[in-house]
Nanobody, 123 residues
Framework: QVQLVESGGGLVQAGGSLRLSCAAS????????MGWFRQAPGEQREFVAA????????NYADSVQGRFTISRDNAKNTLYLQMNSLKPEDTAVYSC????????????????WGQGTQVTVSS
């Protein structure tokens, strides 16, 4: 199994930045593709960004393209999401996820999930 723990969330003003981290333990982290998802109250879980196991490919939701950057450090078993130019509509619980055989937007294809970290952006 893989255990995932997010950190780095908090309260920021619109236009500010946050860096989220996702620490992985258990099985070999470098063998998994990783993704970030978010969920606002009363809304469906939404894809944010994904990265392949060797960081050869990344993709982003249109709503965060150009503002967010997903990256990973396999030596540290850690996934990151750098969030810049934050907007109030970015407010949500952000969760990281790991997939053995998939990289993309569909949350049902991911095998392991963290508990999430709250990001709140004030106007």
């Amino acid at each position: 199994q893989v255990q995932l723990v997010e950190s780095g969330g908090g309260l920021v003003q619109a236009g500010g930045s946050l860096r989220l981290s996702c620490a992985a333990s258990g099985r070999t982290f470098s063998s998994y593709s990783m993704g970030w998802f978010r969920q606002a109250p009363g809304e469906q879980r939404e894809f944010v960004a994904a990265i392949t196991w060797r960081s050869s490919s990344t993709n982003y939701a249109d709503s965060v393209q150009g503002r967010f950057t997903i990256s990973r450090d396999n030596a540290k078993n850690t996934l990151y999401l750098q969030m810049n130019s934050l907007k109030p509509e970015d407010t949500a619980v952000y969760s990281c996820a790991a997939a053995k055989w998939y990289s993309g937007y569909d949350p049902s294809r991911y095998d392991y999930w963290g508990q999430g970290t709250q990001v709140t952006v004030s106007s």
